[in-house]
């Protein structure tokens, strides 16, 4: 009988290791695809920040590095990204008694262009855009800055994975 049980918990632990070995824990699904290639995104809105275009594009291929095994190059990529930010705007969002602004947001967006050279039907071309509200006494330099910048390209380079690999 013990041995019975041993060759059970043996089936068990194989079979579920087998198993993780097909999932991927980040939720990216990269099929046959083995590189990656992410053109530099232009800074095409009316107001320009300047360190917008590279710190986006740096953000967008570190996430595609860490969280899938593709390969970043240069050209012929499997998995293609191209695109441009086509907007950054503060507005005011919440108004005080004395007709001033409470609170500014900060709106960034994104036009993306995507090709899976191995699947034709998961190409897409979308806008994604996400905002960070921050004090309207404050400066939007330094580290307001700083702050709203990575909440918002976190968020958008994270919906752009969801849209191309993650099949969400």
């Known amino acids: 009988m013990r041995k019975l049980v041993s060759y059970f918990l043996v089936f068990i632990t194989i079979t579920t290791l087998i198993s993780c070995g097909l999932y991927?824990?980040?939720g990216g699904n990269t099929g046959d695809a083995k590189t990656i290639q992410i053109d530099f995104f232009p800074n095409n809105a009316p107001l320009v920040e300047p360190a917008l275009t590279q710190r986006f594009t740096n953000d967008l291929q570190d996430l595609f590095t860490r969280q899938t095994n593709l390969t970043l190059t240069n050209k012929?990529?499997?998995l293609y990204f191209s695109g441009e930010i086509?907007?950054?705007r503060?507005?005011?969002m919440s108004?005080?008694?004395n007709q001033t602004a409470a609170q500014n947001r900060l709106t960034v967006t994104v036009n993306v262009r995507f090709v899976n050279k191995l699947n034709e039907k998961d190409?897409?071309?979308n806008t994604f855009s996400f905002y960070s509200d921050f004090d309207a006494n404050a400066q939007l330099t330094g580290s307001v800055l700083?702050?709203?910048l990575d909440e918002i390209i976190n968020?958008?380079?994270q919906d752009i994975f969801n849209a191309s690999v993650a099949n969400w």
Do not use: K, W
Request: net charge negative; hydrophobic share 20%.
């Open 24 to 26: 991927s824990f980040t």
């Open 76 to 78: 012929n990529g499997d």
């Open 86 to 88: 086509t907007g950054y």
């Open 90 to 92: 503060v507005t005011p």
């Open 95 to 97: 108004g005080t008694s």
């Open 123 to 125: 190409d897409f071309e």
């Open 146 to 148: 700083e702050n709203a």
């Open 155 to 157: 968020r958008i380079t």
